[in-house]
Every structure is written in C-alpha cells, then in structure tokens.
C-alpha cells in the first residue's frame, strides 16, 4: 500500500477543480508535502493562542481572518504572525482575492512557507479543496489482475501470468459486459470501505491475448465495453487443476480477500480443459446479486436436506 501524499506545488498546478491558486510569498516551501485532506481555519492562533493549532493542515485565511489581523495595531499583528509561523505550517491560502497584509508575506518568506491565495469564496474553495485532497490522498495499491463490469458488479481476477484471465475478459466483453481494467489495476479505498479499481492510463481500453497481440477493446467494441472505473464486489482467483486438493462443492461458507483492509467475497476457481470459465464467472456474478438481496441457495439447500433429515421417519433407515 502507498502512503499517498500531495506538495503544495502539486495544488498550484491542479487544472481539475478550479481551485485557482496564485503564489504571493514562500516559494522555497512548495515542497512542503500534504498527507490530511482536511484543512484549518486558525482564527484564535491569530491571536496568539496556538494550542490547538495543526501545523500538517492546510491553513485557510478568509475575509474574517485578513480583517482581524487589519484591526490590530500593526506591531502586535506583526509579533502574532511571526509567532504563528515559528509552526512548521505546511501552507497559508487567502481566499476571496484577498491582498495578505506585507507582513504576512514577509514572514511566511523567511519560514519558508507557501502562502497562496484565490479569487474563490472561503466556503467554496473549502469544499473543492477538500474534494480534491480526498481523491488525491486516497490509501491506494497496484493488484496484478483484471477487473471487469459483468451485470453491474465489478470483478477482479486474479491469477498467475498465462492462467487466462485477459481470454476470459475478452469474452465476457463479447457477451455484452464491460472491461475496466487489463494487468495493472489502481486500487483506491474510499470511505468507509469500498474499493475503486481502474487501469493506468497507458494501458486504458487494452488487453494483451496471447498469440494475438495488444487490442483496443474500445475500438474495436465501442464505448459501451468498457468503463474507466468501477467499485470492485468480489475476487475471482483462476488456479490451476490440482486433482489432490479439495475444492469447495457446495458454497456455504463465504470466504473473503482483503485488499486494503477491506475483505471481499472470494472464489477459487480451478483451470482445465472443457471448463467454460466466462459462464462460470458469469454466475458467479450473478450469484452474487440474489446474495445482496438476501437469497443464499447453497444454504437454502443445505437447510432443505437438514429438515428433510430431521422429519425422515425412523422406519425408512436403511439397515
């Protein structure tokens, strides 16, 4: 898992959210790096009360904060600025096109630290940087697999290289599913606990057929085969036929993969010749939908034979 994490110089060159940051003082600080999505306004460690002030945080200056500072005699705002950025603050942002007093800029350049502004309103630029430090700080991870839409579910598949997973993608696409991803699937975990999985940007719309070549799914099938993202249901595993292990025959105990501390349903599925996979696959998912609403037919029917068992009358034993 990647320990995910932003520099401020990656905020000024957002292009996405319309965040619409300028640089006044602190250049020498946009390396500083973000790790929280969520953000500060001081308000009292302007007035020199620091206690419970978050230096790791975005600091947010608006209209209230810069007039403050303004009604204060210039010495005493000066001495509160400078005591605020003895902090290792990570970042000051005016909003609302506001000018930062000289010195705020003064101090901020001799702490090294980025002082921004915007020509946003406090409330909406909070919201969209906040959005976009969420997306961007996501815990995130790389799975070796495929990741596919079959019937609205997403299915990730995993299995060793050459077992056939990019085969079976190819023809669930020709059944009328959808391809998200081929190889290397991005993984994000987003509150509370789903996973989003989506291919690089490189190898978007492609899978590898061996003997075949590299294909545009998407050119080749139209937008409709495939999605850019999509929140991952549960794990299908390929393995190779192994005529000593055990598989399980009748599905009534679940088992789970976790990814990102996140566990999803799981199937192992053994390989070898005469197995239709995609149609295996194919009501897996399905399977998985009558289970979301409630109906578990495996232990529909192992509850059906305990009762059949139950009220079997003593005579009928076989001796």
Known sequence: MNTASLTIHDLLKDNEYGLDLTLFAGEAGLSHRLFSARIQKPGLALTGYTEHLHPDRLQVLGNTEISYLKQ???????????????????????????????????????????????????????????KFLEEKLLPTTHIHGVLVDVLGVGVLLLGKSGIGKSECALDLVIRGHRLVGDDIIQVKKKVPASLVGQAGELIQ???????????????????????????????????DWDPDHEYDRLGVDDQVYTILGVDLPYICIPVRPGRNLTSIIEVAARNFLLKGMGYHSAREFQEKLLSRLDIRPIGDEVE
Do not use: W
């Open 72 to 130: 204060m005699t210039a010495e005493l705002a000066s001495a509160n600025v400078a005591r605020f950025c003895s902090f290792p603050i990570s970042c000051f942002i005016v909003t609302k096109g506001l000018n930062p007093p000289d010195y705020l800029k003064e101090a901020a350049e001799k702490a090294d630290i980025p002082l921004l502004g915007t020509s946003l309103q406090s409330s909406l630029f909070i919201s969209l940087i906040t």
């Open 205 to 239: 719309y492609h899978l590898e057929i061996r003997g075949l070549g590299i294909i545009n799914i998407k050119d080749l099938y139209g937008v409709s085969s495939i999605r850019e993202k999509k929140i991952i249901d549960m794990v299908i595993e390929l393995v």
